[in-house]
């Protein structure tokens, strides 16, 4: 056998474990340096430093003061351990402050979802028109709440508001309506302004879901012989589940967080008809109640950390599945 025919006998494959036990190696049980020693934890330390300082700290500062309360006589807080959370769910205004948020999510979440895929949906493409009215649903959303509650408290103005004085124009003045003073529209109403700010960001994040949608899938659907509706909700909702679950949890988050928006139009009134947690914390916290309003702090926290990981489990598990 000559050199030329042994070199050709050698299998490929040979070679290149020839080569790769050739490169040099790392000695055994020799780690990059950062698993070693110091690097590793001093590259962590800065995130560490600032979840520690604004976030660890402040919600164990929380629960602490949580344990503490005082009395209209004396100011000064004292340990009272549990006393602030069975004031919670003693006291009414309290209890309709959880009552209302719990509502308030249930007449806005759902409604923006909605809302914000069929326009999503409708106003997919190019186009003029259509890139002119995605700004203007979008518009809402940058608006700060302060300006919105004080734009619509004018609009909703019992007496002389533009609302009111339209209705009258056209011959339906029995539907003015004292529409922020009323304790049984004061809540829908903001929930309803919620609404319109809001659709517009739900519409963004359907818009960025539906162009990563396979095509090839919608046009096996429509050869399937399916509508225009079987496949938005059979084909097209089913695979933008990932956006339905970042838009809930944004959406619980959020509500569990509103306070301009009430605070400017009603102040949780009238007679706590529209009052959340985050007013009757604010509230309690001008009274003077720092326990109190720690306490509610508190619960809002939890309330939110359960109902994400809820979220969160339930998503993961269908996506198992």
Known sequence: MTATTAARAVDPPDVE??????????????????????????????????????????????????????????????FIGLDNYEWMGTDRASLLAFRNVAVFAALTIPVQMVLGFLLAVGLRGRG??????????????????????????????????????GLRAVGLGVLAQNWLADPALALPVIALINVWMWTGF???????????LDEEVLEAAALDGAGRAQTLWLVVAPMLRPAHFSLLILGVIGTLKTFD??????????????????????????????GRAAAIGTIVLLLALIITVLQLRQYLKGGRS
């Open 128 to 165: 003029v028109l259509r890139a002119a009215m995605r700004t203007l649903l979008f518009l809402p959303v940058v608006l700060t709440p302060v300006v919105v509650g004080y734009l619509y408290a004018d609009l909703l103005e019992a007496s002389d508001g533009p609302v009111n004085e």
């Open 261 to 290: 928006l009430v605070y400017v139009l009603t102040r949780g009134g009238p007679d706590n008809a529209s009052q959340v947690p985050t007013t009757l914390l604010f509230q309690t916290l001008l009274d003077g109640r720092d």
């Open 202 to 212: 739900s519409m963004a994040i359907y818009q960025a879901a539906l162009t990563s």
């Open 17 to 78: 474990a020839a080569a790769v036990a050739a490169r040099p190696r790392r000695p055994s049980g020799e780690d990059p340096r950062w698993r070693r020693g110091w690097l590793g934890p001093l590259l962590v330390l800065p995130a560490a430093l600032v979840f520690a300082i604004y976030i660890a700290y402040p919600v164990v500062a929380n629960v602490a003061t949580s344990l503490l309360g005082n009395t209209e006589i004396d100011p000064t807080l004292r």
